[in-house]
Every structure is written in structure tokens, then in C-alpha cells.
């Protein structure tokens, strides 16, 4: 059965600094991998995706993540972070065939917190 | 309005009543879903629309009653809930269901409190 790990349930990094928000995954093929972000009182908005080609993937807001098959990772990253980018960031990883749809399984989430 | 709706966007209810929970999506999609969004636990995907067709239910159980008149709307009707039922409840849309490329949009979700 495919899985999501996101190995730290809460991140704290200072205005400025660097992130890497990490995601291992477990699925019996190529996967499609996705980070999404969600902000207090929101639903969940799409950062950006993998489903094939370079493996370094450029996404919104100056986020990229990069899709490691050997380590079954698709970490996120920024170089600089920004007091807006405070929010809770989840990784999926599909498609799996359920008995009339693809979908997605997600991880529990990483809460990003930024120190002016 | 843009996206994907969702009213009402707080609702308290206790465990006799019966409510309604609406998403609208203005998107043109033809798949709807509802995920349960519950504190520490990863997103759980209740229901699956797609061409307004059920065609997944991950054994959720009948206290939560979903109906999807057509591809823009999407309900999720409840009665005599459980207070573990509280959580936030997201609704989300694709283009469809039968390639796994497509990207769902979500709401910005119910939050649901049951007394």
C-alpha cells in the first residue's frame, strides 16, 4: 500500500533562512508526487508537482522540490524565507486506483513557523 | 465568485440534529471530493464524484450522506453525529477522475463542531 512521511510535524526557521521541508513516500510505481500548503482558516493550495522529466521541480511563491527515486524523497525547498510562507505544508503522493478513481494519499503535514 | 466555495464555513451542531454541508466549484470540473481533515491524522477522502456518479466510498459511515445534484455542486448531509466527528471538511475538484495527473482544488473547508 503506497505512504507518506513527513518525518517533522513542526519547523521553525527564521526570516530569511533557508527550508527544507522533507517527504519520503512508499509506492509500487512511478509516482506522482505533490506538496500542497495550507494557511490557518484555508483549504490546501497546490505548490507544485511531479510526474515525470527533470526531477528538480519549480512550483509558486519560490518553492522547488526535488523527486529522489533512490530515496523515495520529494523534499521541499526555499531558499529564503518569507513571514507569509508561515503555514502547514502536506505532501501526496497517487495516483491509486480505488474502485472507480484515482487519488491521493497524503501526509500528516509539516507546520511551518517564521521568527521575524 | 472563482474556485471552489464552501458555506457554511463554521457550523455547531449537537448530536440530534441534522445539517448540510454545501461546496460549489466554478472551475468546470466534472470530479468532486470530500476529505475529513482531523487534528494529528493525514487528509481522509470520504466521497468521490465523478460526472456525478458516487464512485468511491471509503467506508464512512451512514451518519454522513453525501449527494451531488450535478458537477458543480456537491452536499454532505449529516445526522446524529458523533462528537469524533468534529474536524474540518474539505471539498475539492479535478478535471476528472481517470488520470492521475489531474490536480484537486480545494475549498477553504467547514470547520464542524459537534456537541
Known amino acids: 500500500a503506497q505512504s507518506v512521511t513527513q518525518p517533522d510535524i513542526h519547523i521553525t526557521v527564521s526570516e530569511g533562512a533557508s527550508l527544507e521541508l522533507r517527504c519520503n513516500y512508499s509506492y509500487g510505481a512511478t509516482p506522482y508526487l505533490f506538496w500542497y500548503v495550507q494557511s490557518p482558516g484555508q483549504g490546501l493550495q497546490l505548490l507544485l508537482k511531479y510526474f515525470s522529466g527533470d526531477t528538480l521541480v519549480q512550483g509558486i511563491k519560490g518553492f522547488e522540490a526535488e523527486f529522489k527515486r533512490s530515496q523515495s524523497s520529494f523534499n521541499l525547498r526555499k531558499p529564503s524565507v518569507h513571514w507569509s510562507d508561515a503555514a502547514e505544508y502536506f505532501c501526496?503522493?497517487?495516483?491509486?486506483?480505488?474502485?472507480?478513481?484515482?487519488?491521493?494519499?497524503f501526509g500528516k503535514g509539516t507546520k511551518l513557523s517564521v521568527i521575524p | 465568485e472563482t474556485g471552489v466555495t464552501q458555506t457554511p464555513r463554521h457550523l455547531v451542531m449537537g448530536m440530534t440534529n441534522k445539517k448540510s454541508l454545501k461546496c460549489e466549484q466554478h472551475l468546470g470540473h466534472n470530479a468532486m471530493y470530500w476529505y475529513k481533515q482531523s487534528a494529528k491524522k493525514p487528509l481522509e477522502l470520504m466521497f468521490v464524484?465523478?460526472?456525478?456518479?458516487?464512485?468511491e466510498n471509503n467506508s464512512v459511515p451512514s451518519r454522513f450522506s453525501p449527494e451531488c445534484p450535478n458537477s458543480s455542486h456537491l452536499f454532505l448531509h449529516l445526522h446524529t453525529l458523533q462528537p469524533e466527528d468534529s474536524a474540518l471538511y474539505l471539498c475539492?475538484?479535478?478535471?476528472?477522475?481517470?488520470?492521475?495527473?489531474?490536480?484537486?482544488?480545494f475549498g477553504p473547508g467547514t470547520r464542524l463542531t459537534v456537541l
Open positions: 501526496a503522493v497517487g495516483p491509486y486506483s480505488g474502485a472507480g478513481s484515482y487519488q491521493l494519499t
Open positions: 475539492a475538484s479535478s478535471q476528472d477522475t481517470g488520470a492521475g495527473t489531474d490536480t484537486q482544488y
Open positions: 464524484y465523478n460526472f456525478k456518479e458516487q464512485t
